[in-house]
């Protein structure tokens, strides 16, 4: 059974710092995905990763993906309010298409 | 930018009815899905769809689910015989290929009493 641990579960941080959320899975990957869903409100995708080394970047926020260690990365650079949301990443399985299991999911609370 | 549509936003319903859930996906995709999210908690796959049949589902998805394609638009889940633990926000998801990003739609919060 595939498990996919994120931390921190919850993360406060001041605007202007950097930070770094960690995703780990526990079998053999094709794909990473990183979500970001705001209250009440539905997925908004940031970043579909495919190979190993594999490195995106949008604003702030720059994902990266080791398959050998099974572990991705999403690094905040100089935070601002606006990023405070639920970021989530999900993980398929080698073979299957899109059966995606999410993390637990990391709130980021970005403070003035 | 297109984007997945679902109806209704919010559906209350008595426990041991039945309800459907609606969902029009991107007009060009090819692959559907249907995932819930119970308050606070993760995300978990219910369903895929492709080529009219179901592709792949998880243990959540029991005989008193199914999911239909009942004309090019439209993409439909139902339950037959709601329970309270089926209270969850429920979104539909499409996309074109397998290796690219599902888009989502702004979900259904069911809320069985």
């Known amino acids: 059974e595939l498990k996919v641990e994120q931390n921190p579960l919850f993360l406060s941080m001041q605007e202007g710092k950097n930070y770094t959320i960690y995703c780990n899975y526990s079998t053999t990957s094709d794909r990473l995905y990183w979500y970001r869903q705001d209250p009440g409100k539905s997925l908004e995708s940031l970043f579909v990763l495919l190979s190993n080394g594999a490195v995106k970047q949008e604003g702030r926020l720059m994902a990266s993906l080791d398959t050998k260690a099974r572990l991705s990365t999403l690094h905040i650079t100089a935070a601002v309010h606006d990023l405070s949301a639920t970021y989530f990443c999900a993980v398929a399985l080698t073979g299957t298409a899109s059966k995606l299991t999410f993390g637990t999911g990391t709130r980021l609370q970005v403070t003035l | 930018e297109p984007e997945v549509t679902q109806t209704p936003s919010h559906q209350v319903t008595q426990m041991g009815q039945e309800v459907i859930l609606r969902c029009v996906p991107i007009?060009?995709?090819?692959?559907f899905y249907w995932y819930r999210q119970i308050l606070g908690q993760k995300v978990e796959f219910l369903v895929s769809f492709y080529n009219n049949e179901i592709s792949e589902k998880s243990e959540i998805f029991d005989d008193q689910f199914s999911v239909e394609r009942p004309d090019g638009s439209n993409f439909t889940l139902k339950i037959r015989s709601t329970k309270l633990e089926d209270s969850a926000m429920y979104f539909c998801a499409s996309n074109l290929r397998t290796n690219e990003k599902l888009f989502f739609g702004s979900g259904t919060q069911l809320s069985v009493l």
């Open positions: 007009s060009n995709h090819l692959y």
